[in-house]
């Protein structure tokens, strides 16, 4: 399934996830497998790739960040307020298939 997700554009030119395993490099055109990061001081655990149905997430600002394109595998729906998006996407794998810089 295709799906997108807001991640982190770096100075240096690599991408990584915005909150969670935040240092890691973002590779393209490869399965990653989702980790459980464990619990985290302000945040609710919801183990999986978070991504969304369409490139919008109005509750996170786009500063330093760009969409990219991806496909997952093993996913569930999450509800979410219509301020959130009004739905997530946790996959349980991911493979980031390409940014997405106009959206």
Not at 43 to 53: E, I, K, L, Q, S
Not at 89 to 95: Q, S
């Amino acid at each position: 399934m295709i799906a997108y997700k807001l991640i982190k554009k770096r100075k240096n030119g690599t991408y990584g996830p915005l909150f969670f395993d935040a240092r890691l490099n973002i590779p393209f055109g490869v399965w990653l497998d989702a980790q459980d990061m464990g619990p985290k001081k302000g945040y609710a655990r919801r183990p999986g790739w978070h991504c969304c149905f369409t490139p919008c997430a109005p509750h996170l600002s786009n500063k330093g960040r760009v969409w990219a394109e991806v496909e997952i595998d093993d996913h569930s729906t999450y509800k979410r307020p219509k301020c959130q998006g009004g739905a997530w996407l946790l996959a349980k794998r991911i493979k980031f298939n390409r940014v997405m810089e106009d959206a």
